[in-house]
């Protein structure tokens, strides 16, 4: 059974850091690319970034450019995303999905399979 599972989300203060990382099991996810999204309470779905499986090519959102990264860790079968100087804005569940094609998106339908979520609350 394919299944993506994000871990790492938590509390932290305006500024900090945190690393999520989005586990597959049932599958090879370098074969796969992968998006990060995030959902604020009352907000749409949002695309943060992407890792493409040809050539791992990167895409991220303009609301996070410079400030988060996201990177593969084929040995762990586990993709992560470096989230850095974290606002209040960032606050989210953050979900992982994996899809089949070769290109980067930050559509969610373009997505076959998601993980549950982590939540990620940026607050002083």
């Known amino acids: 059974q394919l299944q993506l599972v994000e871990s790492g989300g938590g509390l932290v203060q305006p500024g900090g850091s945190l690393r999520l990382s989005c586990a597959a099991s049932?599958?090879?996810?370098?074969?796969?690319?992968i998006g990060w999204f995030r959902q604020a309470p009352g907000k749409e779905r949002e695309g943060v970034s992407c890792?493409?499986?040809?050539?791992?090519?990167?895409y991220y959102a303009d609301s996070v450019k410079g400030r988060f990264s996201i990177s593969r860790d084929n040995a762990k079968n586990t993709v992560y995303l470096q989230m850095n100087s974290l606002q209040p804005e960032d606050t989210a569940v953050y979900y992982c999905?994996?899809?089949?094609?070769?290109?980067?998106?930050?559509?969610?339908?373009?997505?076959?399979?998601w993980g549950q979520g982590t939540p990620v609350t940026v607050s002083s």
């Open positions: 049932g599958f090879t996810l370098n074969s796969y690319d």
């Open positions: 890792i493409s499986s040809t050539r791992d090519s990167t």
């Open positions: 999905a994996a899809r089949r094609w070769g290109l980067c998106s930050l559509r969610g339908p373009n997505y076959t399979y």
